[in-house]
Structures are given as C-alpha cells and as structure tokens.
C-alpha cells in the first residue's frame, strides 16, 4: 500500500472530565478544533490528560487514532456503536486515510506549522471499557492492534481546523507501526530485527528501553 502524502484530518482537544460511573477523570472526551491553536511539544494548547504519569508528554503529544478502527469495533461492541465517532477514544486526530499498515516509525508530517514524528503505538486503558460502557474493547483493541498511534513534535507551530496532515520526511527504511507492533508481541521473535527495531531512528524513548530490555533478556 501506498500512503498518501497528503491526508484530510479532524482534530480534536479536551479538558478533563468524570468517568460515567467511577468518577474517575479522564482526558477521553474531546471536541472538534473550531480556531487556530497552537501546537507545543507538550501537544495541542488546552488540551488536558488526567493521569500524566502514563498521558501526555514529548513522546505522547499527540495520539491519531485511525477512524477505520470504528466500524470494526462497532461490529464488536454494538451496544456501543452509538458513541463511537472520530474523537470518542480520545484521539487528537482522527483520519479515513491512514492506519497503523501505513505510516513508519520516525516518519515526519507538518500539521498547520508544525512538524511531528511517528514515535511510539498508544497502549490502550481500562478507561476505554468504562467511556464506552463494555467489558472488553480495550483487551480487543490491544490484541488486535488497533491502537493508533503517538506523535512526538520536532516543530512547534499552530494547526487550524482546516489543515491537513502532509508527509514532510520519509524513514523508508523503518517498519510500517503495524510490523512493530507485531515484531514486539511474537512469542519468539527475530532478535536482529528486535534489536534493530530498538535503534530505530526517532522512537519513543520508552518502548526503546522495553525493547532492549526484552532483547537482553532473550539472549541470556
């Protein structure tokens, strides 16, 4: 497949808000841009997460979750197919045109102003299960490897609502997000392409340790 170098996007922010039945907050619930904001390296200016401890930062400044996904989890979960629309999971860019087969770690788009690198897969919550109100969808979402991914920012700049989402660098010689993806879950994977996949080129820094970690407890 060949990926656009130009792609139509929505963008989306939010502040924190209570889960329907926990009470506990969560940055999920998001609105569609309506004005210019500006995009710093920490993501999109009021744009707020509940747990920062694992949300938000250089590394997860911006999460594109793919809007394909929804179809296949609305066939799955159908009592929550009625909540499901792009923004729902809490993603700050939702696209028809590209999922995780179609653009490689350490790529770089300019969004508005602003330049943003392909870094790490998002690694989907419990919180999903209680936004959508069913047991199970972030188990699927995990295993199926529909979990989008994170953006870190090279250049900060500012995105309208109208911008699109243009390929400014390739990393042809990277994995697609869904190869490793699939590289890191094997039972036994290839240990030369594991390590390389550790050294790729703009990864987050931390699944490069938990790649390396798993690479040096393989080989004992």
């Not at 130009?6 to 841009?33: D, H, N, W």
């Not at 390590?195 to 340790?209: H, V, Y």
Request: net charge negative; with cysteine; aromatic share 6%.
């Amino acid at each position: 497949m060949t990926t656009p170098r130009l792609v139509c996007v929505s963008v989306f922010i939010g502040q924190v808000q209570a889960l329907p039945e926990s009470g506990r907050l969560t940055g999920m619930y998001k609105s569609a841009l309506q004005t210019p904001i500006a995009l710093g390296m920490d993501g999109l200016a009021g744009d707020e997460q509940a747990d920062k401890r694992v949300h938000g930062g250089p590394d997860k400044a911006v999460h594109l979750y793919p809007t394909r996904h929804y179809a296949r989890l609305a066939a799955q979960f159908p009592d929550a197919a009625p909540l499901m629309q792009p923004g729902s999971m809490g993603e700050n860019m939702a696209t028809p045109d590209l999922d995780e087969h179609d653009v490689r770690l350490g790529e770089v788009w300019q969004l508005g102003t602003a330049l943003i690198q392909v870094c790490q897969p998002r690694n989907p919550c419990w919180k999903i299960d209680e936004r959508f109100g069913v047991e199970g969808m972030a188990l699927f979402i995990d295993q199926h490897l529909l979990t989008g991914w994170y953006w870190r920012v090279l250049q900060t700049g500012v995105v309208n609502p109208a911008d699109t989402l243009v390929l400014h660098e390739t990393a042809s010689d990277a994995l697609t997000l869904h190869q490793a993806m699939t590289l890191w879950r094997a039972h036994r994977p290839d240990l030369d392409a594991l390590s390389k996949l550790g050294e790729t080129a703009g990864i987050a820094k931390a699944w490069q340790d938990k790649i390396k970690q798993r690479v040096s407890y393989l080989m004992k």
